[in-house]
């Protein structure tokens, strides 16, 4: 979920900047602030020593999904739509980061459940297939939006066509990366135990 709306905010972000916004020349400036993403990426472990996995990782999305509302609240004003991007970019390098933290747990539950350490699979699954499959999907669901709104390239766009790039931009990711969240509640019942799996996986492997 993380991977297709990330995909569909990067996707859209010329369009909305050059119909919405009117001024394309932004994009190299707002992908070039992009980079602070490693701050969020950076402040993981500050975050997990003090909180738990499950609450960085909503965290992550929560800061993403506001960043996306300061936006559409921003309107024209650059100042506050960097001031938001800033805020989504430091949630997505949360959020993008902390599935690698949280496979090597998988991993364990799996081996500590069945007995099978299937840490090739899990990672393929979790990483490769998860970043090949939502960029496929994030790339598609903005293109029919848009076509159904009436988008047609390098000309004047009417106002349903507007409404349909701010939408795929704003919105739809909002909304997947709120839905990320939901996941994510499930995931303390696994999490409290951890200690405990890795108790057993050291204790069976010195008997």
């Known amino acids: 979920m993380f991977w297709?709306?990330?995909?569909?905010?990067t996707s859209?972000?010329?369009?909305?900047?050059?119909?919405?916004?009117?001024?394309?020349?932004?994009?190299?400036?707002?992908?070039?602030?992009?980079?602070?993403q490693v701050l969020g990426m950076a402040v993981i472990p500050f975050i997990v020593k003090f909180s738990s996995k499950r609450s960085t990782m909503i965290t992550g999305f929560l800061l993403a999904a506001i960043?996306?509302?300061?936006?559409?609240?921003?309107?024209?004003?650059?100042?506050?739509?960097?001031?938001?991007?800033?805020?989504?970019?430091?949630?997505?390098?949360?959020?993008?980061?902390?599935?690698?933290?949280?496979?090597?747990?998988?991993?364990?539950?799996?081996e500590w459940k069945t007995g099978i350490r299937a840490s090739g699979f899990l990672t393929a699954i979790g990483s490769a297939f998860c970043i090949k499959a939502g960029t496929g999907i994030g790339g598609f669901i903005p293109t029919q939006?848009?076509?159904?709104?009436?988008?047609?390239?390098?000309?004047?766009?009417?106002?349903?066509?507007?409404?349909?790039?701010?939408?795929?931009?704003?919105?739809?990711?909002?909304?997947?990366?709120?839905?990320?969240?939901?996941?994510?509640?499930?995931y303390y019942k696994y999490e409290k135990n951890e200690l405990q799996i890795r108790n057993d996986l050291t204790a069976n492997k010195a008997s």
């Open 4 to 9: 297709v709306a990330l995909t569909i905010r």
């Open 12 to 36: 859209t972000l010329v369009y909305y900047f050059e119909y919405n916004i009117g001024n394309k020349h932004l994009v190299p400036l707002i992908n070039g602030i992009s980079i602070i």
């Open 67 to 110: 960043g996306q509302i300061i936006m559409f609240v921003a309107g024209t004003t650059l100042s506050v739509i960097i001031i938001g991007w800033i805020i989504g970019c430091i949630g997505s390098g949360i959020a993008c980061s902390m599935p690698f933290a949280m496979l090597s747990d998988t991993v364990d539950y799996g």
């Open 145 to 186: 939006i848009m076509g159904a709104f009436g988008y047609v390239p390098n000309t004047v766009q009417s106002h349903a066509s507007l409404f349909g790039i701010q939408f795929s931009f704003i919105w739809v990711p909002t909304i997947i990366f709120t839905l990320g969240i939901i996941p994510m509640l499930f």
